[in-house]
């Protein structure tokens, strides 16, 4: 029988898992940051199972959420917010460029920044730090930490150390991001850069539409790739339905692209059930040559009001290309904020 | 030359189960004696546009986030036939609006079931208690329009916790008599909206309290 012997990054895992307890909990963790302060722990372990070749990976996650709103007098100056975690990966066989090996413990960023907005009252703000990367669809949700995701794989980038200028108008949102183009890590080699943004109607409407673009060199494991890209998007809620739409045209490489992505989800009345199904498509000219690929996800969530989730997806192709191949995968994910 | 020893695969799914046991073994003890939260924080957004809305531009805000208990959530009780849900003992954001230095009202964005989902509503308050106005920050029903919200919007401003309460029926259920005849337009969303109304009034002296007087905000 095999035993289990926990490794530092599991001593490392723990130890964070305890900060509640370390700490007294809420009382003691406000006092330690101050007024206008949430904290919590984030939790999840992941599995996916390429049903093809039957190969299961597994994902293990602990993080810390750290929001926190500085005030003086009369006026807000900023939110900062912090989002360490440490990723454990076991057996998996692609993995992003910053681990060593599918076998690898690494502390990530998700989004750890300073939004000074002291300036206009929200209508003109400055960030600084790891943040989503304005773009489509990704600008309006959270999905950070969830099987369901949008498009930002064919960016492959979603988060980004950097700078941007953001803000709400009366019928306008915006945010323009100048970042480092090297995702998780803060790193000038190969000099990678992005310049990114969205402009689009307020996002708490039933009815939403975007402008994005996104150009730039993203640092990948072997050096970067070029990125141009021009996209709009829009979502339409009606009661319990959501229905979403992206599509982009650019070039990835100096080869023309072209993407599509759609979404219908449904929700439960408590909101504690969403169930949805995606459908993409992407399309690449290389050469004289086109090379098109289009893929299916079905997937629910369900949480409970005590900070527990679980989730399960699967993605399967409906066409693919030799340069443009899509592993099925069955995805089931079990989450704790505590 | 190095020893390297391949793990067999049958090794390496065992030790990956061993690993999603101790996992949910540690989450289970947590889920049994922690406390619990709510979505991530990156998805916390400041309801900007419902400041613009029902404030002009020369208004400053500041935030204010207190933690609502269970002990608020009963006091709740003695002024109302309803309270808040159990999963809104949490914390909670109230935005203290300034101008020319001088506290002017309060704006505090509270979320209500109905049947279709949440619907989120952010309250305009003046310093006396009164409504100033609200703006429907989200409202997945095709009711929630202008036509609605003003009709709505014309009954209840101004108003104050006593004149929004003799809109309801005794047991908060349903609109008084008084209710249906000032709301003809979307009744039940009228209703929603008013016990809204109410709980945030409520919460807000309920919770607010000590950090509304450390503020030297006046009642």
Redesign the interface.
Known sequence: ????F?GPQ?ILA?FL?CI?FILN??NLG?DLLG????W????S?R?NRNTDTQH?A?T?VLGL???K?F?H????IG?L?F?PYLVSL??ASSVPFFFDDGDDTQLTW??TNFNF?ALA???LNIKLGHF?IPYGLEYQE?T??TLRQFTFGDRGIKADWGMSVN????YLEYEIAFTRGSGNELTSSHNPHIFSGRIGS?S?K?ITAGFSWFYGDVLTGSGTTEHKKLGVDASY????WQFMFESSIGQKAGNDTQNSFAEIAW?????QFKSYMQLGYQNIKQMNKKDSASYWVVGMQWQN????DISAQFKHKLNAAPTLNIEPDLSIQ?R??? | MANIQVKKPADLAKASLAKLAAFFALTFFMLTITFPSQAAFCSLRDPISAIQALYSQEYQFRTVVTDVTEADREQMKQQLPFTIHQSEVAKHTLYVLYKDQKAEGFLQARSEWAKWGLVEIAWAINLDRTLKGFYFQRCRSPQCNDTVTRSISHVIQGKSFSQLKSLLSDDGETLSAYGQSVFPIAPRLALLTLRSALKTLAITDISWRKDLQNLAIAH
């Open positions: 029988m095999q035993i289990f926990p599991h723990l898992s509640p909990a809420e406000s007024d206008n302060a949430r919590s722990v984030d939790a372990a599995l299961n597994f293990y959420d750290v929001h709103v005030s007098k009369n006026r807000d939110t917010m989002q076991n057996n998700r989004i907005t009252q929200g209508r989503e959270d950070n930490g803000g709400i108008l009366p307020p708490q039933n809620f009606y009661y319990q929700i439960g009345a408590k909101e009001a005590y900070g527990f079990m704790y904020r505590l």
